[in-house]
């Protein structure tokens, strides 16, 4: 049943019942709680929202103004929404589907606010749907994709809840009213860190399904000239639609990568936090902000270029194209705006090297901050080695860190607020904290194709794939590469030709590539990425089921054109 209603998840907004609601109750949810709830979700007994954003805040969570306020003489908590702006707005499955939700608001008892926390509340009767006494439920209207899902909005107004519903496996209320700390504030937002986790698989899914279409396609399709007399080629024979299609398709397995590390990642610092030590929290919210901006962003940026290499085509709907770039932007917003988190991200980096200059030796994926950074030295460098690739990618990274660093530094020197220099510098922490995640994942991706247990000529393929991506982000960022002489423009011409000889090397096994995703047809509901290749058959068909077609003359002929036609023609 529940695998039935997984599968469903796109029709109607049971997605965020899984992917939000059941693991907030894993993560926040006391082991009592977890008794009371878990199983009923993990069965779909009950579906749930995660109800935190509101119609005027999203992103500062500490401005949420949802209040929870707690009251010793009954041991309740009373749900209220003050403002219109205190709607609760965007969640999935809140406007028509989930009976509960785990609300998060401010929590206030014995007069004080202690910020915000996540609360259980039932919005919808288990017997006939209808929303609870005080519940205003609804959803909020059509969006730019999805629109299988019913983000919705709720207010509430004065509903009362039992103590017991405050998650409190962190922070606590006693029946007395008494606010148990816990050991991190973030704590509460610890499923915002999981979430943003699998959304960097969720970009190299979308993109690996983007790349399967296309390339698919461009082995369907054949199209012009490329010798006078010859047969049209596969359009993959171009080089530009190489160059279009095999980074984006490097980009997926590098995210994919990248997934499995934030995984591992996950699991392994949040079972220390389990155990009470807090060390890993930093790095782990710097590295899932940072990834979930950067691979969403690149992804949707994929996505569509993906589109436009299928031309006419790829704008139908028949290509699934479309619909895969409109979910792919929802992850850019959705789960921590990209910048925000890009920021989030800065924020670590700053620390760090301010740690750096202090003489710490700095761990994980900021390790190569405090590493001696080589001199610039003149070119002839191996531009097809991954080790000098991946050096290159910290080398700037470091530079632009240190450069966004020092200029924060020099605008505090002037009498700047801390605020104000962050704010003034932002666009170059936002820039410094991308090279940071790009050098992360271009390491990930080397160590993982040298490391991961596959026959050595699969090895081979990858390795090609990882120099592709990395040459291909070299020349796409050359100027940062050249600024202070670390690469050379010989170094950088040496990059491009040999991301040319890449193009060519990956062309092979480009099918191969998109094949090994393994995405059934019923995953990639695409016309053009067939796996039997029949596009043009199926176009047809697809094509013929299009509502206007029921009938030979659309009833807008009589309504419309007919008369406007009769009239114009009468003025002859
Ligand atoms: C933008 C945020 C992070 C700001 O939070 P705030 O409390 O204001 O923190 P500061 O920026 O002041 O930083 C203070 C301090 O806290 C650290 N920190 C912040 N967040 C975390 C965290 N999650 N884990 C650990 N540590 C954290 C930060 O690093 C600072 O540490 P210092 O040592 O430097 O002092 C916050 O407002 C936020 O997360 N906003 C985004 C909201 C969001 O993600 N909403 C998602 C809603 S659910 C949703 O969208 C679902 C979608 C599903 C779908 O569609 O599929
Ligand atoms: C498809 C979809 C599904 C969603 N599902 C859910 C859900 O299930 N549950 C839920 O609770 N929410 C959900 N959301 C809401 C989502 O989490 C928020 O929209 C998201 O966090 C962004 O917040 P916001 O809308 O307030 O954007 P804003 O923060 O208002 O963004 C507007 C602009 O302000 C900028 N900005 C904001 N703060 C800063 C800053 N400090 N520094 C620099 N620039 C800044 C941003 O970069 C952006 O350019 C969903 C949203 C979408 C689109």
Not at 159 to 174: C, D, H, Q, S, T
Not at 221 to 226: A, L
Not at 265 to 283: F, P, R, V, W
Not at 337 to 362: D, H, I
Request: charged fraction near 20%; hydrophobic fraction near 40%.
């Amino acid at each position: 049943m529940a695998a039935a209603l997984q599968t469903l998840g796109g029709g109607i907004g049971i997605t965020l019942h899984w992917i939000a609601f059941t693991p907030t109750i894993e993560q926040q949810a006391t082991e009592e709680q977890k008794k009371k709830w878990l199983k009923l979700a993990q069965d779909v007994a009950i579906v749930g929202a995660y109800a935190q954003t509101e119609m005027g805040h999203g992103t500062f969570v500490r401005g949420l103004e949802t209040t929870a306020t707690y009251d010793p003489s009954t041991q309740e908590f009373v749900i209220n929404s003050p403002t219109l702006t205190s709607t609760k707005w965007w969640p999935g499955g809140l406007g028509k589907t989930a009976n509960h939700a785990t609300v998060m608001a401010q929590l206030y008892t014995r007069g004080k606010c202690y910020g915000p926390h996540n609360f259980m509340v039932q919005i919808r009767s288990l017997e006939n749907h209808q929303p609870c006494p005080g519940v205003t439920l609804g959803d909020i209207g059509p969006k730019m994709e999805s629109n299988g899902n019913d983000n919705g909005f709720a207010r509430f107004d004065h509903v009362r809840i039992p103590r017991e519903n405050m998650l409190m496996k962190f922070a606590r209320v006693e029946a007395d009213g008494t606010y148990v700390q816990p050991p991190s504030s973030k704590l509460a937002y610890s499923n915002m860190v999981y979430l943003r986790g699998t959304f960097v698989m969720s970009a190299a899914q979308a993109l690996a399904s983007a790349t399967t279409i296309a390339v698919r396609y461009s082995c369907v399709r054949r199209q012009s000239e490329m010798k006078p007399g010859e047969p049209e080629p596969q359009i993959l024979e171009y080089q530009t639609q190489q160059y279009k299609l095999f980074p984006q398709l490097a980009a997926a397995y590098a995210f994919w990568f990248a997934s499995w590390f934030m995984t591992q990642q996950h699991g392994s610092i949040t079972g220390s936090m389990e155990k009470g030590d807090m060390s890993g929290l930093a790095e782990l919210h710097a590295l899932s902000a940072g990834l979930k901006s950067y691979t969403t962003a690149v992804t949707a940026r994929g996505i569509d270029v993906c589109r436009m290499a299928c031309g006419g085509h790829g704008y139908s709907h028949a290509s699934g194209l479309p619909a895969l770039f409109g979910g792919a932007a929802a992850l850019c917003t959705a789960e921590g705006e990209n910048t925000v988190m890009m920021l989030q991200t800065a924020r670590y980096l700053v620390k760090c090297f301010a740690q750096s200059q202090a003489g710490k030796r700095l761990t994980g994926t900021v390790a190569y901050l405090s590493a001696v950074q080589p001199s610039p030295v003149a070119g002839n460098r191996n531009m097809s080695d991954l080790g000098t690739l991946v050096a290159a990618f910290q080398h700037r990274a470091a530079r632009m860190v240190r450069h966004a660093a020092m200029q924060m530094q020099g605008e505090m020197q002037k009498g700047k607020a801390r605020e104000d220099a962050w704010n003034s510098c932002s666009v170059l922490l936002i820039k410094a904290a991308e090279a940071h995640v790009h050098s992360f994942v271009v390491r990930n991706f080397a160590e993982t194709v040298q490391t991961v247990e596959v026959d050595e000529s699969v090895r081979a393929v990858l390795t090609s794939l990882c120099q592709l991506y990395s040459l291909y982000g070299i020349t796409e960022h050359a100027g940062d590469f050249l600024k202070d002489g670390y690469l050379t423009g010989r170094d950088i011409d040496a990059a491009s030709s040999h991301l040319s000889a890449m193009l060519a090397r990956v062309r092979p096994d480009a099918v191969a590539l998109v094949d090994a995703f393994d995405l059934h047809d019923k995953i990639l509901r695409s016309v053009l990425g067939r796996y039997d290749g029949r596009v043009y058959e199926h176009l047809y068909e697809w094509a013929k089921k299009s509502p206007l077609n029921k009938s030979e003359v659309h009833e807008s002929y009589y309504k419309y054109l007919q008369p406007f036609l009769k009239s114009n023609r009468a003025k002859l």
